[in-house]
């Protein structure tokens, strides 16, 4: 199973990219005839060529061996992991881990307030409102959105999210997390 995943990931992979096999085998630093041996399913490549393939396509070697992704997906509500906190539900937008971006869609129900978690030093923080006005506070300071509004702050400090008017809100957090020492740039 997983050689014929692999087989049809390269290749699909390869063509969208309109790339040769030659082209993509020296960007690998493997011989073409092993790229040529992996398409065609018959190859059991070591973790080293599947690392090299992974990163001459830019894809996680779980993209290569994984089922083919079809063209489109539709995820329902459900699907997309949420969670609760002091009656905030913070869904997330995307199905997929981006790297070092967290996006957040957050309901606020009327007369509610949410404490942030600061996240490690650099991390930068965006928060959009969409409905209703949010209250923010970072660092002792207080900003209060209304729809349109956006504010960008530090994300290592102490903040809160608060919907002190009687309808419901809605905001979108966006957290750029800075580097670990050691995580690849």
Do not use: K
């Not at 096999?21 to 092993?34: H, N």
């Not at 040529?36 to 599947?50: D, F, I, K, M, R």
């Not at 937008?93 to 996006?103: A, F, H, M, T």
């Not at 978690?117 to 209304?146: D, F, I, K, M, Q």
């Amino acid at each position: 199973m997983a050689s014929r995943n692999l087989s049809r990931n390269l290749r699909q992979l390869r063509e969208s990219r309109q790339l040769s096999q030659e082209a993509l085998a020296r960007a690998a630093g493997i011989p073409r005839a092993t790229w040529a041996h992996l398409e065609s399913g018959q190859g059991n490549p070591t973790l080293l060529v599947l690392m090299r393939a992974a990163s001459a396509l830019q894809v996680s070697v779980d993209e290569l061996i994984g089922p083919p992704r079809a063209a489109c997906r539709r995820y329902g509500a459900a699907e997309l992991p949420a969670r609760t906190r002091s009656g905030v539900t913070m869904r997330r937008l995307l199905p997929d881990v981006l790297g070092g971006i967290e996006l957040d869609r957050m309901a606020l129900p009327p007369e509610t307030r949410m404490g942030g978690v600061p996240h490690r030093p650099g991390t930068r923080e965006y928060l959009a409102c969409e409905a209703g006005s949010v209250t923010l506070t970072v660092a002792g300071e207080t900003w209060r959105l209304e729809p349109g509004d956006v504010v960008v702050f530090r994300g290592d400090q102490r903040h809160s999210y608060a919907n002190t008017g009687s309808r419901a809100a809605v905001a979108y957090s966006v957290v750029l997390l800075s580097p670990q020492t050691g995580d690849p740039v």
